[in-house]
């Protein structure tokens, strides 16, 4: 810092993608401050240093940042300072804050700029990471192979893909389109990829204009086969290409379509001379709101997924009584079901198995050091998922291994009245998800409880587990109509800090609402994919209406429906038991 | 449009201070168009023109648009461009705009200039108003007096008010502070005016300084009984003298504090040479949370309010069958009933006297032409509210004039569940009012029924009757946390276009909850301010959950209670009835 002259310098959790899951090429957070959770960004100045984490890791950090010098600053919480007001209120007039141009959206580094500049703080951007530098033993890049996802399981050819997105850069006169987010490439070119823990895409860029699509990958990605495939729609570059086609690109004055929420600010930097259109890209729309093939395969998916579910939770009720069961060999166990399924690619984010007070730590991720015994009582969380593929999965469950408390009990109904008061509503076309998130939390609320993350995110098609642009919570997609073909996660929660969490989660896909609409109005409701039995143990009958327990006992039915066709005669009969009408 | 060179020409509903009811002085649009409704905007190209209008105003634009010329845009329908969104697709590259820089906020002029440029169309402020020019019969610009607002009303001195200010200013660095909304000056100095139909406020600009505060006003408004009472904290200026005193102010290169969302293109223009900080105005927030002292007087207005309203339904239920009411006689017998109340300073907005299907209308103005006589059958809405030294009131009810169809009873007890479900929930501090829009809707959801405005706004302590930064809608409030001392309204409603319309709207107070706050959580509630009978002619019990008709009765027992004492005989009996347990 002293050789930049910098006062400060940023380090923020992503990588030059803006990802959530990062290769361990790039966790330089991590590498800095030691605290290993999917989001927090990090700031060193010469007299402090802080980390910045959201509610789902202040207790993950607390433990990890012990005795680092960091700082732990709890984002959201009142009171707490982000950290571009903790910079503007810290650092003095003249002075200097670095950070690596490649690791901000240009959006938020335009803010940033602003705001610093109130202070008569200068912002520069530092090309040459300065954490890098001094990382010995830095993992190596990732150059996992790259295979092409057939159209059965895409439901769309990479040539209709860039045709629609033409005729969007047609209506918008742009004439090229950046795009820098691992999963949006991935869906528009039919690729996946292995470089990212979890989630199956490639590192790339793309550049698509009128008449080219051009791929920026690591040339040991892409086999000859991969290219034959799709050489009659793409160009291949090298990834370490991209910032001269960039350039070159800028030369041409042309008008580039780029999303300032996703690229980095280095995007725009390298593109110095185009005219620039902001706007979100058209491919995450595109990628968000499912094809037909897309929803058979979610479909298929979650009886499968439902069924590997199913069997865990049967061989988990046997297994505790008799011991040596763990947080981890629990999450392996049923890693191992799952992978017994057709079409299993992985799991779609690190399981989150967790038993007692565990529970109460949202994302919570059990290490050798942390991991505990299951015993025949109390509560054990298990929130997981599965790349298929046909399909991505994530679904949480909470079972009750003894006798539950009436506190416990009244809170997961209180839970469960979230999951069907927003599962069975109906609204009108042009609602976005923060409308409907208070119907998750209300018959909490009524008891003066809350959780402190969002309801539900969108979800990849064999790809993100969290992909936007919809989203169910106060804060996240805002102004992204709900639409036919959109997956989104149900998922409210409560949390007893040091004691308990609760938590369900389905998924639900977005459909027309045929008894409610008309000529003059059209409704939605959601159709629920994700297919396993709700704790009954953990259900106080008393406080449903008789319509959320006839919501119930028709989902119960429908699981067993479903999925005893896919189960033994052993596990049917506990699904039998486990989905009984209430 | 030509001797500018202009091909378009936008001409806003709004006026230099960016109001909401605007003096006829500057009604600009109404002329040019002939639509007079309160929102709304034109635009002129040397080919077409068209007027652009909300829900609100649907039919009554079309109506008054025939003839004109002028094309009907009806923003917010589906598939409806925006006029952004119409210009930039009508307008030809190398093709001008022009506009009055006082009629847009800077923030909007930004954002247009940035759409228009994409197309190389140029934006081009016109400092005289083209329709000023054209303007025969021009009415006179408002010179209505102003009056002090004492201390026992308005419960905090100018003085602290100020220091409020100077302190929030200190924290952002800022060394003066811009005003130019006419609520906002009116709150801080504790004035009030006449200029504006139904807004108490007086025509203003405002220029705070770490020392001093600037009240740019007509020299004809303040008697020098006026200044005395302000001189202390204030420097009278003259309103013509505002632009120059920017112009001094920009040149000392100093921090100015200025919401790009409220002042206007001009006043940033008129500033050139300072440095900006660009963020709402801690004015806004402070004049939303009402002190007890407003609380106190908008409980004892809300009291006057219903017995006046109680007064005019049970006179209404007597004359109707009598014949010789019509929409607008029955809104003069209101007005009439409601200026006999104590410390009545006028109306608070035009009344909605709307029967049969100008229900339907959201924004009926009854005028001479469209009044039409009530008959002892069918549907009568009335939106109404009174300026009071101590308040602002703002009520809707719907009278079934005769026996009412199923159909309506069945969408007025939703109505009435959305008011219910709305008013009674408790909500964590941090929730802003989207968020909980929906809980008003879903009963009318559930029926494939919706409403086209939002839910509820601000309103003002004798101010005006509709304020931000607060709101409860899809779109309003979005980021505002609701705090305890905010007013609002309820409101939903429902229209069957050219047959009726129903609507239910009571004020309501935010207060801290305690019954479910702890040391860990803050939860807040709703206070109904509102006291007037809800019509049980239309209510559909059957329909109503147990605890929906207990609040029902609650509600209606607390009326009786509370206004009885402010009646005579016969209208206390007609409440007793109106109130009745079901």
């Known amino acids: 810092m002293d050789k930049h002259a910098l006062q400060a310098y940023l380090v923020p959790g992503t990588d030059p993608?803006?990802?959530?899951?990062?290769?361990?090429?790039?966790?330089?957070?991590?590498?800095?401050?030691?605290f290993s959770g999917s989001a927090g960004d990090a700031l060193v100045t010469m007299r402090d240093a802080g980390l910045w984490t959201d509610s789902r890791y202040y207790l993950q950090a607390e433990r990890e940042l012990r005795g680092t010098g960091f700082t732990l600053f709890r984002w959201g919480s009142p009171g707490v300072p982000s950290w571009e007001e903790w910079a503007v209120r810290n650092l003095k007039p003249g002075e200097t804050l670095g950070?690596?141009?490649?690791?901000?959206?240009?959006?938020?580094?335009?803010?940033?700029?602003?705001?610093?500049?109130?202070?008569?703080?200068?912002?520069?951007?530092?090309?040459?990471?300065?954490?890098?530098?001094?990382?010995?033993?830095?993992?190596?890049?990732?150059f996992g192979p790259l295979t092409v996802l057939a159209e059965r399981y895409a439901g769309e050819s990479v040539g209709k893909k860039l045709d629609r997105l033409r005729q969007k850069m047609a209506a918008e006169d742009a004439d090229a389109h950046?795009?820098?987010?691992?999963?949006?490439?991935?869906?528009?070119?039919?690729?996946?990829?292995?470089?990212?823990?979890?989630?199956?895409?490639?590192?790339?860029?793309?550049?698509?204009?009128?008449?080219?699509?051009?791929?920026?990958?690591?040339?040991?990605?892409?086999?000859?086969?991969?290219?034959?495939?799709?050489k009659k729609d793409v160009s291949f570059r090298s990834y370490d290409d991209f910032p001269e086609a960039l350039h070159r690109l800028g030369q041409t004055g042309k008008r580039v379509w780029l999303d300032k929420s996703a690229v980095s600010h280095w995007v725009v930097r390298n593109l110095a001379g185009a005219r620039f259109l902001f706007k979100p890209s058209p491919v995450y729309l595109a990628k968000a709101v499912k094809n037909p093939t897309e929803i058979r395969g979610a479909?298929?998916?979650?009886?499968?997924?439902?069924?590997?579910?199913?069997?865990?939770?049967?061989?988990?009720?046997?297994?505790?009584?008799?011991?040596?069961?763990?947080?981890?060999?629990?999450?392996?166990?049923?890693?191992?079901?799952?992978?017994?399924?057709?079409?299993?690619?992985?799991?779609s984010f690190r399981t989150i198995s967790a038993y007692g007070s565990h529970g109460a730590i949202v994302h919570y991720a059990v290490t050798r050091e942390t991991d505990i015994p299951l015993q025949p009582k109390g509560i054990y969380l298990v929130d997981s998922g599965s790349q298929y593929l046909d399909a991505t999965t994530d679904i949480t469950r909470t079972v009750c291994l003894g006798q539950p408390a009436a506190e416990q009990r009244d809170r997961f109904t209180r839970v469960l009245k979230g999951v069907i008061n927003l599962t069975r509503t109906s609204f009108p076309q042009g609602t976005s998800g923060?409308?409907?998130?208070?119907?998750?939390?209300?018959?909490?609320?009524?008891?003066?409880?809350?959780?402190?993350?969002?309801?539900?995110?969108?979800?990849?098609?064999?790809?993100?587990?969290?992909?936007?642009?919809?989203?169910?919570?106060?804060?996240?997609?805002?102004?992204?109509?709900?639409?036919?073909?959109?997956?989104?996660?149900?998922?409210?929660?409560?949390?007893?800090?040091?004691?308990?969490?609760?938590?369900?989660?389905?998924?639900?896909?977005?459909?027309?609402?045929?008894?409610?609409?008309?000529?003059?109005?059209?409704?939605?409701?959601?159709?629920?994919?994700t297919l396993c039995p709700i704790e009954l143990r953990l259900v106080d009958k008393a406080l449903l209406a008789e319509d959320e327990i006839a919501w119930l006992n028709a989902y119960h039915l429908r699981v067993r429906k479903e999925l005893t066709p896919l189960l033994g005669k052993v596990p049917a009969a506990w699904l039998k038991k486990a989905t009984r009408p209430i």
């Open 99 to 142: 950070l690596d141009p490649q690791l901000i959206t240009h959006q938020d580094y335009a803010k940033l700029e602003n705001r610093l500049a109130a202070k008569a703080v200068r912002l520069k951007p530092v090309a040459a990471n300065l954490i890098d530098r001094t990382w010995k033993q830095r993992p190596p890049q990732a």
């Open 434 to 529: 923060p409308q409907l998130d208070v119907l998750a939390r209300q018959a909490l609320w009524d008891r003066g409880l809350n959780y402190g993350h969002g309801t539900g995110h969108g979800i990849g098609a064999f790809l993100n587990v969290h992909e936007g642009p919809q989203g169910i919570s106060p804060a996240r997609g805002f102004g992204i109509s709900l639409e036919p073909g959109m997956i989104l996660s149900i998922e409210p929660g409560c949390y007893k800090r040091g004691d308990y969490g609760l938590r369900l989660e389905n998924l639900a896909l977005v459909v027309r609402d045929p008894g409610r609409s008309c000529k003059t109005a059209t409704f939605f409701k959601f159709e629920t994919l």
């Open 299 to 347: 479909k298929q998916a979650h009886r499968r997924d439902g069924a590997a579910m199913v069997t865990f939770l049967w061989w988990l009720e046997k297994a505790v009584p008799k011991g040596g069961v763990t947080e981890l060999s629990a999450a392996r166990k049923l890693e191992e079901i799952r992978k017994g399924q057709p079409r299993f690619k992985g799991l």
């Open 17 to 34: 993608h803006q990802s959530e899951y990062i290769p361990e090429f790039w966790r330089r957070r991590a590498l800095l401050t030691g």
């Open 178 to 230: 950046v795009l820098s987010q691992l999963d949006a490439i991935a869906w528009l070119f039919n690729i996946r990829g292995s470089d990212v823990p979890f989630n199956p895409v490639a590192i790339a860029y793309a550049i698509v204009t009128r008449k080219n699509a051009l791929l920026f990958l690591a040339r040991e990605k892409t086999s000859p086969r991969v290219r034959a495939a799709l």
